[in-house]
């Protein structure tokens, strides 16, 4: 008897935390208040007499930032911090102009699952899976692809005009890791990294300088 109102105790308890985590929003929005802390739940809403239409309105695709860079990338992000109206509202999106031979470093999103939607140009765009297969496509003009959640993808303009899309996200705040930086841009000893890496130290101490590292 005991071991069965143990058994019915947790299975209850799964069935709650199931119905908690995919409970409905208990109010239509929540749009962020930025001037208070992000707790690890999200920001606190803005008091709702302050909310007005603008708030839903997203302006900053109008002025990409300049793609006057070595990646010859240009990348407008419209996160929670650029548009508090997305708290807690799972997407978020990105507006990408890459010039010919520019590119978007492999990285990945441990927050969230990234959709590009090409609106001029062709890139070749491409994720890792976590059994070390490559997954690579030429994405045209109006074409899609999509890269799961936590992989390694890039994409890369091969062509010879600029390659202009849209980025959405399954998370208003899905963080990004580009890997070189994440490798070579901190100030683990050159000695580590070499053991941890299987790369010459020689070789580890040049991509720290390239990188911005130390040790």
């Not at 996200?169 to 899905?174: A, D, G, L, V």
Request: overall charge neutral.
């Amino acid at each position: 008897m005991p071991q069965l109102f143990i058994l019915f105790f947790f299975f209850f308890f799964f069935i709650l935390f199931i119905s908690f985590s995919k409970a409905d929003p208990l109010q239509d929005f929540c749009v962020a208040d930025l001037t208070l802390p992000q707790s690890p739940a999200g920001y606190s809403c803005k008091n709702v007499s302050q909310v007005t239409v603008d708030d839903f309105v997203f302006t900053g695709f109008r002025n990409p930032r300049n793609n006057s860079n070595t990646n010859m990338a240009s990348l407008t992000p419209a996160f929670v911090a650029q548009w508090p109206a997305l708290n807690g509202l799972g997407i978020a999106a990105v507006y990408a102009e890459l010039a010919p031979g520019g590119q978007v470093p492999i990285h990945s999103h441990p927050g969230g699952t990234e959709l590009i939607v090409v609106i001029e140009g062709t890139v070749i765009a491409g994720f890792i899976s976590s059994s070390n297969k490559a997954y690579t496509k030429k994405v045209d003009t109006f074409e899609a692809m999509i890269f799961p959640q936590g992989l390694l993808h890039f994409q890369v303009n091969t062509g010879s005009v600029k390659a202009k899309y849209v980025v959405s996200f399954s998370s208003s705040n899905p963080g990004v890791q580009t890997t070189s930086m994440s490798l070579f841009g901190n100030d683990l000893p050159s000695e580590i990294l070499e053991k941890v890496s299987s790369i010459d130290v020689v070789e580890v101490k040049k991509l720290k300088a390239m990188f911005g590292g130390t040790n």
